[in-house]
């Protein structure tokens, strides 16, 4: 990928010092540029990431969830395509070639995918894949999509679509929003397919119920206008989900 | 001669009336025409017949209203012409049992041949000594549609002011203006030039000119992807406006799903703007005027994206630096070819054909 288009890596990352080699490792060559969003970790995944990668760019991120973190990630972003992958180990960086490639067919924005063809999945619930599928099934039909998994944070997309995503929520439902978000601009989305992972070390913050319940929260206020979204919710209910 | 032009409420304009066929009206007059137009839609103030340079005009609320009139004075008029929107009033005149009857249809013809407008389509053709379409592509799918009455198809494309857009004195705007005319319709496609500012630099400012029942939509949506600031919304003006705002634009867009003609891209051309515009096969018409350059095709279902960089491609482009625009159909040219079409029915023996 030392050619074309220059591709930046967003990783947020909370606690991943174990799980960062496995990751690195896996990330192809003629990359822009790496950057690790630490959302504040006790442990050494600041150092380890530098040990690993001497040109890693570390972004301390401003407050807490990962879509705090992505934002953090995208605002410091240089390059012409921005990759997102997850520092647990689960997404396989080796499959990023397969996303710009699609970026390349046309696409202006592509999400990975567990369960389109050829898509698997050795880390998720039965809870949780029930859910995905539910909520799937919801934004298709009230965005007139055609995704096939929702909630899989191994994205690809043209920088320039940041302005259209205008990340401002704070947790796991970031995916969703974004995925609503550049469905309403209109832009053209590939599904690619890729295998999840189980999370090599360390225990997940994704809460099934409490996290299904804030991405539902997205898709309804998504359907409404941005200042029918201003005035309906009161302040606190806003504190709330904002985390 | 006498002649009626039926139409429905249009464009909003001093009258009520649209403005293309008022523009043919007034033409017909000053070629010795004796014209009557029939709006169907809201009294306008002051109510009662209005009329000026020859032309009278007469509002009807109901096209019950409008009917009866018809109906009534049939045997005075020589030609009914009825440029139909809405297909329930073609279909209307159709039943009035008028002698003369020439049909042009006014939305995308591609709406009009399905349900639940396709009878009414047949009916107002097939009791149509003429029908009359403004682009190539109509009146292909008409003669599809209805082979039996391929010919009674005449086309006359839409006429355009190509003088007075071109005397037009630009608007002092700040900024470099990406124009785009209504109605807002969903058809016409707008929330892509709207989504389009998002990626553009923020010099680049979209006039949308008309009215319709999405506004309400659209400005919701250029609220929701930020862009309001850069995104105005006109409402409709003036054709003497109009035509200051074709000269003012540094890009038009044109990004209609379906048309039946293609009177932006005319317009753009007259204005010597450069265009984006979707890739249909009116449009694709249209450019034929244009001997050169300053035409950029995008397709109408694509990403946003394809219409910012094809507006910063137009853009660099430069405005009055298109080629050469041959033979844009003018708003004369347009009266002369419909009063020869009626001159013509007018002669003993004419019948239906086909």
């Not at chain 1, 999370?199 to 029918?228: K, Y």
């Not at chain 2, 209203?65 to 008029?77: A, D, F, K």
């Not at chain 2, 450019?287 to 397709?299: C, H, I, Q, T």
């Amino acid at each position: 990928m030392a050619s074309g288009p220059r591709v930046s890596v967003v990783i947020p990352a909370l606690n991943e010092g174990r799980n960062l080699p496995h990751v690195f490792a896996r990330l192809p060559q003629g990359l822009h540029e790496v950057i690790i969003v630490d959302g504040h970790s006790t442990d050494d995944t600041v150092a380890v990431a530098r040990r690993l990668r001497p040109d890693v760019r570390l972004v301390i991120q401003p407050g807490r969830g990962k879509g705090n973190a992505l934002a953090a990630g995208f605002a410091a972003c240089t390059g012409d395509i921005v990759v997102t992958l997850d520092a647990d180990g689960s997404t396989d960086a080796a499959e990023i070639p397969r996303f710009v490639a699609a970026l390349h067919h046309g696409a202006d924005f592509v999400k990975g995918s567990r369960f389109a063809q050829g898509g698997a999945s050795s880390d998720i619930t039965r809870t949780r894949r029930w859910g995905n599928r539910a909520l799937n099934g919801l934004v298709n039909l009230l965005y007139g999509t055609s995704y096939t998994d929702l909630c899989y944070g191994f994205n690809a997309f043209w920088a320039r679509c940041l302005p259209y995503m205008r990340v401002d929520c704070n947790g796991f439902e970031v995916e969703t929003l974004i995925n609503v978000r550049i469905a309403k601009a209109g832009l053209v989305i590939h599904e690619v397919p890729s295998r999840e992972r189980v999370r090599l070390h360390g225990r997940s913050n994704l809460n099934a119920f409490r996290d299904g319940g804030r991405v539902l929260c997205t898709i309804a206020l998504e359907r409404m206008s941005a200042s029918s979204r201003r005035s309906v919710l009161p302040r606190i209910a806003r504190r709330r989900l904002a985390g | 001669m006498k002649v009626a032009l039926v139409t429905s409420d249009g464009r909003a304009s001093s009258s009520g009336v649209d403005p293309k066929v008022e523009a043919l009206g007034h033409a017909l007059a000053c070629r010795g025409v004796e014209v009557e137009v029939l709006a169907q839609g809201p009294v306008r103030e002051p109510p009662g017949p209005t009329g000026e340079n020859g032309v009278v005009v007469r509002h009807f609320p109901i096209a019950r209203g409008l009917w009866r009139h018809l109906r009534r004075t049939s045997r005075s008029v020589n030609v009914v012409h009825v440029h139909s929107a809405p297909p329930p009033l073609g279909l209307g005149v159709a039943r009035a049992g008028l002698r003369r009857l020439v049909f042009t249809p006014r939305a995308p013809i591609e709406r009009l041949l399905h349900w639940p407008y396709a009878h009414m389509t047949q009916a107002a053709v097939g009791r149509a000594l003429r029908t009359v379409c403004t682009s190539r592509a109509d009146a292909d799918l008409v003669r599809c549609s209805f082979p039996w009455a391929a010919k009674r198809l005449r086309i006359v494309p839409t006429g355009v002011d190509v003088n007075a857009i071109r005397a037009a004195t630009p608007l002092a705007y700040p900024g470099r203006v990406v124009l785009t005319i209504g109605p807002l319709e969903r058809r016409k496609r707008i929330e892509r030039a709207i989504a389009a500012m998002a990626s553009l630099d923020p010099e680049f400012r979209l006039v949308v000119v008309g009215d319709g029942p999405a506004r309400r939509r659209l400005r919701a949506y250029a609220a929701d992807l930020e862009v309001s600031s850069r995104v105005e919304f006109v409402g409709w003006v003036s054709e003497p406006v109009l035509h200051r705002w074709l000269r003012t634009a540094r890009v038009i867009v044109a990004l209609a799903e379906r048309a039946n003609a293609g009177l932006p891209v005319l317009e753009a051309l007259s204005a010597g703007a450069p265009v984006v515009a979707s890739d249909i096969q009116v449009h694709h018409e249209a450019a034929s005027y244009a001997a050169g350059g300053g035409l950029r095709f995008v397709s109408p279902e694509g990403s946003p994206l394809e219409v910012a960089d094809a507006i910063e491609g137009a853009a660099r482009i430069g405005v009055h630096a298109t080629g050469a625009v041959d033979d844009i159909p003018s708003s004369e040219a347009v009266a002369d070819g419909m009063l020869a079409l009626y001159e013509a029915l007018g002669q003993p023996g004419v019948a239906l054909e086909g």
